[in-house]
């Protein structure tokens, strides 16, 4: 599973009805299993373009990297890294270790890059 972008089922809050909903949305696995978890990271659209980090946020053209199969220009979030449960990764979407491993490794870079940021800002 480490390096495949999965379908997964996570939370959001939804505005307009004013609840807590799920949907799917792409990961990509980086780590685990541990516990019957993954750790990911968040595959974005972005729709404010504002909020894309320069730093951080690994951009994925769907043309450059067709058999990824998403759509469209996607992002992947290296800051954003979070777990879910095993049962949460519903549908293999990719293999982006496979299939495009200097992107892969290009994330893994960012990934640490940021981890060693947070370390070294620590209290």
Avoid: W
């Amino acid at each position: 599973m480490i390096g495949k972008i999965y379908s997964s089922i996570s939370p959001f809050y939804d505005n307009t009805k004013g609840v807590n909903a799920f949907k799917r949305r792409p990961v990509l696995v980086i780590s685990g299993p541990r516990n019957n978890d993954y750790t990911i990271l968040p595959v974005s659209t972005i729709t404010h373009k504002e909020c894309i980090d320069p730093d951080y946020d690994v951009k994925v053209e769907p043309d450059k990297y067709p058999r990824l199969n998403l759509n469209r220009i996607s992002y992947i979030r290296t800051h954003k890294q979070t777990t879910v449960h095993q049962a949460s990764l519903i549908k293999e979407i990719g293999d982006l270790k496979a299939e495009y491993e200097e992107l892969y490794l290009t994330v893994l870079e960012k990934l640490e890059s940021f981890n060693k940021m947070v370390m070294d800002n620590a209290i």
